[in-house]
């Protein structure tokens, strides 16, 4: 059993920088591969990254690649996204969730989920 809990969304400017923290609770964290999605209003949940379980891997959507930087600290059972270049586009929920098996970007191959942080960009 994995819980997780997300921090660090809010309100910021167009061109700005958040950097959103996801705590995991449990001592199996560095067995899971870490992903973040987000979902905006009216929109299906959408892949943004995803990190394995060394940390040494990451993978991201085509529309946050070269801005959003992917990171975990198995010591401190904490995976980071590090959003920069912020668009009002970004405007979503974000959430990280965890997988057992590979790093996937489909979000029903997760099997733990937060409850979510607000992100929100004005222009």
């Known amino acids: 059993q994995v819980q997780l809990v997300e921090s660090g969304g809010g309100l910021v400017q167009a061109g700005g920088s958040l950097r959103l923290s996801c705590a995991a609770s449990?001592?199996?964290?560095?067995?899971?591969?870490m992903g973040w999605f987000r979902q905006a209003p009216g929109k299906e949940r959408e892949f943004v990254a995803a990190?394995?379980?060394?940390?040494?891997?990451?993978y991201y959507a085509d529309s946050v690649k070269d801005r959003f930087t992917g990171s975990r600290d198995n010591d401190k059972n904490v995976v980071y996204l590090q959003m920069n270049s912020l668009k009002p586009e970004d405007t979503a929920v974000y959430y990280c969730?965890?997988?057992?098996?590979?790093?996937?970007?489909?979000?029903?191959?997760?099997?733990?989920w937060g409850q979510g942080t607000q992100v929100t960009v004005s222009s």
């Open positions: 969730a965890a997988a057992w098996f590979g790093v996937p970007r489909n979000p029903n191959e997760y099997k733990y």
């Open positions: 449990g001592r199996s964290f560095s067995l899971y591969a």
């Open positions: 990190i394995n379980r060394s940390g040494g891997g990451t």
